[in-house]
């Protein structure tokens, strides 16, 4: 096992508690302004539906208005950046996600209006601020404490172009991150609890485990992706047991392998049925009306459609449901249609083909353009590339870290970001998929860096780790500085936006 110090956060010195305080509370609150400003300043200055927007924003103005997501007429886009909002009927739309994350995007619709930029995309500016605050508490607890190295991933989350982008226009993925990095959250407390209370046999009470069952189970019904954290971190949790029991194991009458059988079964009981009661109160206003999708299919012909034998007696809004379900997942696995932005996951935590969300080009003397070469407003989900590049690294060495040394921090990310990369690379590689999945599994990547910062402030004490790891994050700041125009939309020069594009993929 890894020595205790080995990748400890740098030792505190003795100050006064009232600045430890100051520093404790106003450094993180200060983290969480910088994100707020990144995310909600102009956030409405463009005023009509980008990228997949087209489908969520109405959708879920649909399902708060029907309960289920409504079909809207042809030309219904053009109307919509009009601010004509009614052109939608009651007919039911076939749509590819579950209802959670429409519900969350409708949130912000009715506190600002429908017909507002800034209503429709301030619940995935909401997720984002919080997701920077959840991963400096997760920071908090994994390195033993430290403020300056919550401080350090906060930032790193804060400044990234991907996750300000992921931010700034209403998709599904800020949410599926902040929810399961939410459940992660619940996982490492729930490691904590069982540390403390497993003496000599099972911890039969595990209401961390509850609370993160729920929160994926929550996940899954924003996408389905949100299942992998489920059953990535119920596996995690069994084998953070066996460690624990086998620890134990070496001590005179301490422990039974039965135990971790039994333990097991404990844990599954506590994680997964949860976990599946909250992916289907998702589907609420689905069952309780009767105009979704497939919500009649069984009784539109019963004879043909109606389970049978030993399944007949099964209600009828279980099988409509499973049949959705069936649907859902046969367009899910045969999306193959080819798109100029599609990208290969393996190529993800490089940036190597970021997506293209907006973009507008414009003439000199056209729309405030004053450059001789013409303008581009842009809106390219471009991670910040020194802090991708950087976490590339970092995963090597967490790799290293865990393999040489069973760290258990280590375990912790490398299973964040298993789950929301190894699915994409492993079974779905030739879908269409794009690099903006990759705010799944990014808030895991910055907590590895940030480990490794750590491990640079420790072994280089004094100036030459503040220099290091300071040099670093003022050019990651630099950078953010550079290129946020073109991950908020700003216009500038063609040739400004032409010099921030350093890879022919990234055009």
């Not at 649907?327 to 993800?348: D, M, V």
Request: aromatic share 14%.
């Amino acid at each position: 096992m890894i020595q205790a110090d080995a990748t400890a956060a740098p030792a505190r010195r003795r100050i006064p508690m009232s600045r430890r305080r100051l520093w404790d509370w106003g450094a993180p609150a200060g983290v969480v302004v910088i994100a707020a400003l990144l995310r909600l300043v102009g956030l409405g200055s463009i005023h009509q539906l980008i990228f997949d927007e087209t489908y969520y924003v109405k959708d879920a103005w649909t399902l708060s208005q029907l309960g289920y997501e409504g079909s809207w007429g042809s030309g219904a886009d053009s109307s919509f950046n009009q601010g004509i909002t009614e052109t939608w009927t009651r007919a039911a739309e076939f749509v590819a996600h579950p209802p959670l994350g429409k519900w969350l995007i409708a949130l912000g619709e009715h506190l600002f209006g429908i017909t507002d930029a800034f209503g429709w995309r301030f619940s995935t500016a909401v997720a984002g601020v919080l997701a920077v605050v959840l991963v400096m508490l997760i920071a908090k607890r994994l390195f033993h404490g430290s403020t300056l190295l919550a401080v350090i991933s906060g930032l790193l989350m804060a400044i990234d172009g991907n996750a300000i982008v992921l931010s700034r226009v209403a998709l599904l993925d800020n949410f599926v991150m902040l929810f399961a990095l939410a459940g992660v959250g619940a996982v490492l407390l729930d490691r904590d609890w069982r540390d403390r209370r497993a003496a000599r046999g099972m911890v039969l009470w595990r209401p961390w485990l509850l609370v993160a069952g729920l929160l994926f189970g929550l996940d899954a019904g924003i996408k389905w992706s949100g299942f992998y954290f489920l059953a990535v971190f119920g596996v995690y949790v069994v084998l953070c047991d066996v460690m624990a029991y086998r620890r134990k194991w070496r001590e005179p009458g301490a422990g039974h392998p039965f135990t971790v059988l039994g333990q097991g079964v404990v844990n599954f009981v506590q994680l997964v049925p949860i976990a599946l009661a909250a992916y289907l109160a998702t589907w609420t206003g689905w069952l309780v009306t009767d105009g979704g999708w497939d919500r009649h299919w069984v009784e539109s012909d019963p004879k043909l459609n109606a389970w049978h034998g030993a399944l007949s007696w099964v209600p009828y809004w279980v099988q409509n449901l499973w049949h959705y379900h069936t649907e859902l997942y046969n367009y899910s696995i045969n999306l193959h249609a080819t798109h100029p932005y599609q990208s290969n996951p393996l190529g993800w935590i490089l940036m190597l083909r970021p997506t293209s969300m907006y973009y507008v080009g414009t003439q000199d003397g056209q729309d405030g353009c004053t450059a001789s070469g013409g303008c581009s407003a842009a809106i390219t989900e471009l991670g910040n590339p020194f802090i991708w590049w950087a976490m590339a690294l970092a995963l090597l060495w967490l790799i290293w870290l865990f393999a040489r040394y069973r760290d258990r921090r280590a375990g912790l990310l490398l299973a964040g970001v298993g789950a929301g990369w190894l699915p994409w690379v492993i079974l779905y590689h030739g879908r269409t998929i794009f690099t903006f999945y990759s705010i799944a599994f990014e808030p895991y990547l910055i907590l590895g860096l940030t480990l490794a910062l750590g491990q640079i402030l420790r072994r280089w004490r004094g100036a030459r780790g503040i220099a290091v790891v300071g040099g670093f994050l003022l050019l990651a700041c630099a950078a953010t500085v550079f290129f946020l125009p073109i991950w908020t939309g700003i216009q500038t020069s063609y040739a400004y936006w032409h010099a921030h594009m350093w890879l022919d993929s990234w055009i």
